[in-house]
């Protein structure tokens, strides 16, 4: 029903930036919970930011490691969300995913994966030291 494909994944220095971009298939704005996930090497996949946006109010959620660095976003317009990634640190290595589900109303946990009921394939994020 809802398609997620990731993009904007690469390899980058300690310190650099990264901006990711998830295309879906049709309007995922007010009434959808908005998510991006990553799973490093040998770690579970955890919650990295949320957005969701009904009646003109907008809820956002940062993990505390990505806070003050990462900005999520979207476009209804262009049906994108958007992972801006600034001081990427080598810690930060891995799958990308971003994550999708239509919610009546806001959710206590929304960096849970078990929240979300549309993924995207991935796209991986390498940073070097």
Known sequence: QVQLV???GGSVQAGGSLTLSCA???YTG???LMGWFRQGPGKEREGVASIY???GVTLVN???AVKGRFTISQDNAKNTLYLQMNSLKPED???FYCAAAKSPSPVPNPLDSRQYNYWGQ???V???S
């Open 6 to 8: 990731e993009s904007g």
């Open 24 to 26: 879906t298939s049709g």
């Open 30 to 32: 007010s009434g959808y």
């Open 53 to 55: 946006v009904v009646g």
């Open 62 to 64: 940062y993990a505390a």
């Open 93 to 95: 290595t891995a799958m």
């Open 122 to 124: 991935g796209t991986q």
């Open 126 to 128: 390498t940073v070097s």
